[in-house]
């Protein structure tokens, strides 16, 4: 469990959540030039995560908690139900941020998308068939990864595995 300023609510739910996310993610220490996040271990870059690697690459107990604290806690999508929801949108907020992730969510619900999850985005998901909200959020990152290579060519190396791994949450 991890302690949060709030109260703890590490759930086993979550927590297999974050060991599913840790498994994709893999535990290989990874440098690859074309990786725009730098070196890599356990989905924790140094680019953007550099106090995690000061003492060396993180352990999987720190990714562990840095997942949590910074992609469940902080943007408060331990909020959202049904939990398949909730795994997609942390997988989501991993990879393109939890702004993006809950801008999407925002964006297919059509409320304000101002990237926080509050009452009003997490009563209109109450409103509508989750699976169907689920996919649109799949399909709109497929979208976003393939603007993304239009962009910056140098990542289609990764577009496959990003659209496999966007797929898989397809329910």
Excluded: C
């Amino acid at each position: 469990m991890f302690q949060t300023n709030a109260k703890v609510i590490m759930t086993p739910t979550i927590d297999t959540l974050l060991d599913e996310l840790l498994a994709r993610e893999g535990s290989k220490d990874t440098n690859d030039p074309n990786d725009s996040g730098g070196r890599t271990k356990f989905g924790i870059s140094q680019k953007w995560h550099p106090d995690a690697w000061a003492e060396g690459p993180p352990t999987r107990a720190e990714a562990k908690e840095i997942f949590f604290t910074i992609y469940i806690m902080q943007p408060k999508i331990y909020l959202v139900q049904p939990e398949f929801l909730m795994g997609q949108l942390v997988d989501y907020a991993v990879l393109s941020s939890p702004r993006r992730a809950i801008i999407a969510l925002q964006h297919i619900l059509q409320v304000v998308e101002d990237g926080v999850l509050g009452p009003i985005t997490l009563g209109a998901i109450t409103r509508r068939d989750p699976r169907k909200v689920n996919n649109a959020i799949v399909d709109r990152r497929v979208l976003l990864m393939t603007r993304l290579v239009q962009q910056r060519p140098k990542d289609l190396v990764w577009l496959y595995g990003w659209v496999s791994r966007a797929l898989k949450f397809r329910v």
